[in-house]
Each structure stands twice: as C-alpha cells, then as structure tokens.
C-alpha cells in the first residue's frame, strides 16, 4: 500500500534499529531464562563462585591458605546468609572480612528484593518502549487508511480512476475494468443495480476495516497507558526499598559506633581480640540486617553478652531485616499515601494498593496479613523467652548475668533463633526440650503463610479438569517434593557419610545435633552446637582440640557438599514461596474477573 503521507515515517532510524534489535533478543530469549527462580539460582551460585576466589588466594592471619572445599563453603554461607563456618573468624584476615561483608550485603533479602524490583522495571521499560513503537507504526498504518477513505469519498470518478486502480489491487476486476473503460455504456437496469450494490460492498469493507484499525490502535494505546502507570509504582517502590535498605544500616551504624565510643568495655573486648572497632561496625551490622549472623569473634556474641543497649541495637536491625521487613514496608507506604496531597502521586499510590500483591509479591501484604505477621512474630518471640527462662533462669546458660542481663539477653537470643543466628548463650548447654523448640522455629519461614482459604477469597470451585488434578499419584509427587522430605533426605545421607564419627564419638556427633545442623542451614540461621573436646575425653583419651565453628566443620568432604546444597536450598525457599503467593494472586483476579 502506497503511503500517503510520507512526512510521518520514523526519521530516528538508528533509534528504530535499536527497538527492532532489542525486539528480537527479547523474543529469541527461552522463558524459562524469564522465570524469577532460575534467576535466583543464578544469582547466588555466582556470587558465591566470584567471592571463592578472593578468599581461596588470601592468607589468613595465620599465613595459611584456604582449600577449596572451605573456601567455597565460607562463600556459599556468606552469600546464602547461613552463617555456618569451617574456620575460626579471628583467624580470617581484614581482606576476608571485607569480601565477606560485600557477600552477605548481596545475599541479604532486602537487596535481592530490591533487584527483583529493579529488574522487573527494567522488562517493563523494554515492553513500554516496544509497545510505543509498534503504536506508532499501527497508528500510521490507520492514518493512511483514513485518508485513503476520505479521498475516495470526496473524489469523483474521473478523477479517482488512478488511485482506485492502485489500492483495488485486483481484487474485482469486472469493477475495475468498467472503470478503467468509462465510455463502455451500462445496459439494462441490472447492471446499474449491481454496480451500486459493489460500491456499497466496497464502502462497507473499508469502513469495517478503518474500524477495526481504529479499535486495535486504541486497545495498543490503554496498554501503554497502563504499562506506563505500572512502571511507575515499580520506580516508587524502588527508590522505598532502597531508601528503606540505606535508612535501617545508616542508622544501625551510627547507634553501634556510638555505643562503642561510649563503653570503653565493649571497645576493650575487641582491642583484646584484634579486631578493628569500624570493621566490627560495619559488619555486624550488616550480618545483622541481612540476618547472616556471623561476627568477627570465633565465639560470636558471647563475649559481649552484658552489654544489653548493644544487644537491643542489633535485635532491632535482625527484626528490620527480615521477619518484620513486609509489616514496616507497608507501613511506611500507608504513611506516605496518607500525607501525600498531589494528585499523581495519589495515583500511584491507589495503584500500588490495588496491585501491590503482584508488583511486590515477596513483601507487600494486606494489613489483615500484616496484622497476622506481628501475631505470629510476638507470638514466637514470646514462647521462645518463656522456655528459655522456665528451663535456664538458674542454669550454667545464664551464669554471670543481672536480672536485666538475663532478659535482654533471653530476648536477643530468641529474636536471633528464627533466621540471624547471632548467640550469646552456648548451644551445647542448653536442654534437649528447647533445643528441639528452636529446630521447630528456624524450619519456619520468615512469613508463615500456607493456605488461603478459596471460599474467603470468592474464588469459585475446582472443575471438572481441575479435579483431575488431585489424584494419588498427583498427591504423592507433592507430599516428594515437598522441603521436610528433601531435608530428611539430606539428614539420612549424612548419618550414613559420618557414621564413623557417630560411633566413635556419640556425644558430638549424634542425631539431634546433626538435625539441628542441617534445619540450621536450612532456614540460614547459622547457629550449631559445635564440638566440644571435652564430650569427646569422655569417650576416647585420643587428642582433641577444640574448633571455634560450626559440627559441620568437622564433617567429611561430602558432609560438607551436602550442606552446602541445603543452604542454597534453603535460601531459595523465600523465593519460591513469593512465587507461590504471585500465582494465587493470578488465580483470584483471573476467577474473579
């Protein structure tokens, strides 16, 4: 078709070029490269094979070498927040501490989320921009069909016999020839009958047509529209999550660096260890943030277990970071919304609210799940420090303590068992009953959300094909691939890897404690019960020393690899949970519209 107003084309070609270039590599990309999981699993075995490197060819203090198989664990654990170790952290150098503290930066659930948000932006921004290009090129093609109507209704024949003869493009060639031949005379009534009745054909069509055109360039225009709405609650939410990342650590940093300056104990403990007071600072209290729980004490926070204003800072920072982190976001967007007086920023706002499950899914929730987080956050926060003062008020656990030392101390530590992994009390010395409490408590995951009710939601009822779906076999492939079992799995193949050690040295190395190892590793908590010599001098008169890290630190090489798998896996959980929450919430909009 020949254009008619030629002026419009696309003058910006390299522009253009960029666009149809862009189109075919987002296009000829597999999905499954586009699915949030696979994208995730990318992520973390990346960082954590880059942060190998550094910490494989550094000395440590020691003016020893990490192998491999420790030096990539050390990463995985970092980068995974799981905190568990194989080598003494007063031991690693300041080089490794500042590798590591980049690591647990990146691995920490607000940045993850955070570049989740960014990157949805950025597809969304691709989409926009194609999305315009193609409005254009559609918008130009129902321009030229308007203007090619209205000429030929406005035309008469003999002057419009060129141009019908160019856009017929032979589709009628009795029409055509009669007008290419006008004095070829018209017989009868019937002809002239037929004649009106191809031209009214001919009229409809095009109208049809320019209609049609019509509806299609307008359909395109609402979805640039909403697209362009959407990526701009994806920028405010961003700009929030990063405002909220900077704001929490800025904060924790300063209040931390004061206390030290202020408590010239605190500051003390660490001169006697080597340990600078700003590196201490800064990581801590970005282990703390991003829930890593390591410190650059062997001993982790034991030694500094008196000091209850330290041990409130940090407990803020874990909460902040994690558990907490979707009840204060949506907080401080309902704040924000209600002060906010212009009239785009409201609406982007009422957006947000409306569409912030799909946008947001990891950590945007309705105040009714908001309300169900702080139940179930005080809720376990105050089982824990029931048990933990009924079994240990009076114990070795608590020895050397105030009143107030004991309760800022056993609320630390319960605030720290769900996912941080920071301890002030000895694992070992605590009983059977509330080490299996806190195995139950770091299983679970940060927002422990598992059914929604379809009858609550109005969703309506399961079809025929959909009931197909539960079968046996069907229940059966979801009761395989569910978390317990693969953690089951992971707990017989270490006893059956370290069935040595079981037998020769049953006090450190038993079922309970390999449990409490792996859940640990699983929920990226970090805390473990060690080994202790002086279990083993009970057994065997064989020498022994002491190791100020983690059981799995004396596992055999492929203890170590099973563990390793565990904290990937674990860490992932939040994803695919996140992933879970987006589908219902496509499954709701989609049955009830």
Not at 204 to 210: E, L, P
Not at 501 to 515: E, K, M, T, Y
Not at 533 to 557: A, N, Q, R
Request: aromatic share 12%; glycine share 6%; charged share 20%.
């Amino acid at each position: 078709m020949q254009d008619i107003s030629p002026e419009r084309r696309c003058t910006r070609k390299k522009s253009c070029f960029l666009f149809k270039y862009l189109k075919n590599i987002f296009e000829s990309v597999p999905p499954i490269l586009y699915d949030p999981y696979c994208i995730h699993v990318s992520y973390f075995a990346a960082i954590s094979l880059v942060g190998l490197i550094p910490l494989r060819f550094s000395p440590t203090k020691s003016k020893r070498y990490l192998n491999v198989l420790d030096a990539f664990y050390t990463s995985v654990s970092a980068a995974t927040v799981s905190s568990l170790g194989v080598v003494a952290m007063e031991d690693l150098s300041h080089f490794h501490l500042v590798v590591m503290t980049i690591l647990m930066l990146l691995g920490g659930e607000v940045f993850t989320s955070l570049c989740s948000l960014h990157l949805a932006r950025i597809r969304l921004r691709l989409r926009i921009r194609l999305q315009r290009s193609n409005l254009h090129h559609n918008s130009m093609n129902s321009t030229q069909m308007l203007e090619l109507h209205r000429y030929q209704s406005t035309s008469d024949q003999g002057k419009s016999t060129t141009h019908l003869d160019q856009y017929l493009h032979g589709k009628d060639q009795m029409r055509k020839e009669s007008i290419l031949r006008p004095n070829k005379a018209m017989t009868g009534p019937e002809d002239i009958i037929d004649d009106d009745l191809e031209n009214l054909e001919m009229n409809g069509s095009r109208n049809m047509a320019v209609e049609e055109c019509h509806n299609e360039v307008q359909s395109d225009a609402d979805n640039v529209l909403d697209d362009d709405l959407e990526y701009q609650a994806l920028t405010f939410l961003c700009y929030l999550c990063l405002g909220y990342f900077l704001f929490v650590q800025l904060v924790g940093f300063v209040l931390v660096y004061i206390y030290f300056c202020v408590s010239r104990g605190g500051e003390r403990i660490l001169s006697d260890r080597g340990v600078s007071k700003s590196l201490f600072v800064v990581f801590t209290v970005i282990s703390s943030f991003a829930n890593c729980g390591f410190t650059p004490l062997s001993d982790n926070m034991m030694p500094l277990r008196k000091h209850s204003v330290l041990l409130m800072i940090l407990a803020f920072q874990i909460l902040l970071g994690n558990t907490m982190f979707g009840p204060c976001f949506s907080a401080i967007f309902l704040t924000l919304r209600r002060f906010s007086r212009e009239e785009g920023r409201r609406k982007i706002y009422d957006y947000i609210e409306k569409n912030g499950h799909r946008l947001f899914a990891d950590h945007f929730f309705s105040r009714r799940q908001n309300m169900w987080l702080l139940l179930c956050a005080v809720g376990f926060l105050t089982i824990e420090v029931v048990m933990i003062f009924a079994l240990h008020w009076n114990t070795v656990a608590l020895d050397g303590l105030t009143v107030g030392e004991k309760v800022i101390g056993g609320v630390f530590q319960s605030v720290s068992i769900r996912h941080s992994g920071e301890n002030i009390v000895n694992p070992q010395l605590l009983s059977p009953a509330l080490l299996v409490i806190y195995i139950v408590f770091m299983y679970l995951p940060p927002y422990p959300f598992y059914k929604e009710r379809r009858d609550i939601m109005n969703i309506k009822p399961l079809s025929k094909e959909e009931s197909k779906k539960w079968s046996i076999l069907t229940q059966f492939e979801k009761l395989v691939m569910h978390d317990s079992c693969y953690l089951l799995i992971a707990v017989i193949l270490i006893c059956i890897i370290e069935s040595h050690n079981l037998s020769q040295d049953p006090l450190n190395f038993n079922v309970l404690a390999i449990v409490f190892e792996v859940v640990s590793g699983y929920g990226n908590v970090g805390i473990s019960l060690g080994y202790n010599c002086i279990l083993f001098s009970k057994m065997s008169k064989h020498y022994c020393e002491d190791v100020p890290y983690s059981l799995s630190g004396k596992w055999s090489t492929k203890g170590k690899v099973i563990i390793i798998m565990v904290m990937f896996f674990g860490r992932l959980k939040v994803i695919k949970s996140s992933l879970r929450r987006k589908l219902f919430m496509q499954n709701v909009v989609s049955h009830n519209f």
